[in-house]
């Protein structure tokens, strides 16, 4: 290979480096190299540097329109099962408390794998077994 005409930077150390030298004064990069001779020069990364930092605040805030809803129904849940159980009806109170448990194990998983559509599913569902349930 022939060094350059000009004067060249290093791509791996940024080293400035004059024409017609055929590698890095500074770390002995060819002018002219192959992606394996960089690859070479480059330490290889720290599992903790390749890992992704979940902010679970900000996950949470991708969700508001189902956050709300489902914590609007799980807020009323107590008093649908109190009355039920003052009713007589305890099919019924297990099957809401179910239910709304059943909410907050889909919304968590909606939030940690990002799907909108299981946070809708799960309150949808949700909320048919309160119309089912309370008729």
Not at 56 to 82: H, K, N, Q, R, Y
Not at 94 to 117: H, N, P
Request: proline share 7%; glycine share 6%; charged share 15%.
């Amino acid at each position: 290979m022939t060094a350059p005409e000009y004067d060249w930077s290093c791509l791996n150390c940024r080293h400035k480096n004059i024409a017609k030298q055929e590698a890095c004064a500074s770390c002995g990069l060819p002018a002219r190299f192959t992606v394996r001779q960089l690859a070479a020069l480059q330490p290889d990364p720290k599992p903790e540097e390749l890992a992704y930092e979940r902010k679970p605040f900000f996950d949470i805030l991708t969700f508001i329109p189902e956050v709300p809803i489902a914590l609007i129904c799980l807020v009323c849940t107590p008093g649908w099962v109190i009355q039920s159980l003052l009713d007589g009806r305890w099919f019924a109170a297990l099957g809401l408390t179910i239910a709304a448990a059943g909410v907050l194990v889909a919304l968590w998983f909606a939030i940690v794998r990002k799907e909108k559509w299981l946070g809708y599913g799960a309150i949808l569902l949700y909320i048919l077994c309160v119309l089912l349930i309370n008729g």
